[in-house]
Structure formats: structure tokens, C-alpha cells
């Protein structure tokens, strides 16, 4: 089964950094595109960042130059450098993968989340 387990969020002061860190398993890791995602309350679930089985990387405006998005194909890992990081960044931030599944069917998993909380 699909399993992404975050890890590595917790509270940091304004201008402070962050490494979240995303464990999968359970699929062909290396040949999936891997996201980040965040929801604060209130508010909708918006991509960070995204980085595709061969390395591409895409960013939401907000976080580019202060996010980065990285993989280890060897590890079955994905990891979110958070630099620089405001109050407006506190969320729970999910780790998501797209598979595919029987061939041409492409599901999106999810893990559980970890909290990132920005405050002085």
C-alpha cells in the first residue's frame, strides 16, 4: 500500500528555516511526481511545490526563492527547504504523490501532515 509519512515541522521564529522531509513507499517512487501542499484554517489547499520523477521543479509564486523542493530516488524520499520563513507560512503541510495505477488510471495520495508553525 501507499504510504507518505511527513516529518520535520514544528515552530520556528519569522526569518528562520524549516526541512520538512517526505518518506514513501509502496510505489514506484522514482517514476512519480512528488508535491508539497499546505492548508492553513480557514483557507484552501494550495501547492507549494511540485518536482517531477526526473528532477523538473515548480514552485507557487509566493514561495519561489525561499522553497526549494528536492528528491532522493535512492531513499524513497522528498524533502521541503523552507528558508526565510513568515507567519503567513504557518500550515499544515501534506506530502502527495501521483501514481499510476492499472496501467493509465493516476491517483493522487496524501499523507497525514505535519504542523509548521511561524511565530516570534
Known amino acids: 500500500q501507499v504510504q507518505l509519512v511527513e516529518s520535520g515541522g514544528g515552530l520556528v521564529q519569522p526569518g528562520g528555516s524549516l526541512r520538512l522531509s517526505c518518506a514513501a513507499s509502496g510505489f514506484t517512487f522514482s517514476n512519480s511526481a512528488m508535491n508539497w501542499y499546505r492548508q492553513a484554517p480557514g483557507k484552501e489547499r494550495e501547492l507549494v511545490a511540485g518536482?517531477?520523477?526526473?528532477?523538473?521543479?515548480n514552485y507557487a509564486d509566493s514561495m519561489k526563492g525561499r522553497f526549494t523542493i528536492a528528491r532522493d530516488n535512492a531513499k524513497n524520499m522528498v524533502y521541503l527547504q523552507m528558508n526565510s520563513l513568515k507567519p503567513e507560512d504557518t500550515a499544515v503541510y501534506y506530502c502527495?504523490?501521483?501514481?499510476?495505477?492499472?496501467?493509465?488510471?493516476?491517483?493522487?495520495?496524501w499523507g497525514q501532515g505535519t504542523q509548521v508553525t511561524v511565530s516570534s
Open positions: 502527495n504523490a501521483i501514481v499510476t495505477r492499472y496501467s493509465s488510471f493516476t491517483f493522487r495520495y
Open positions: 518536482i517531477t520523477g526526473g528532477g523538473g521543479t
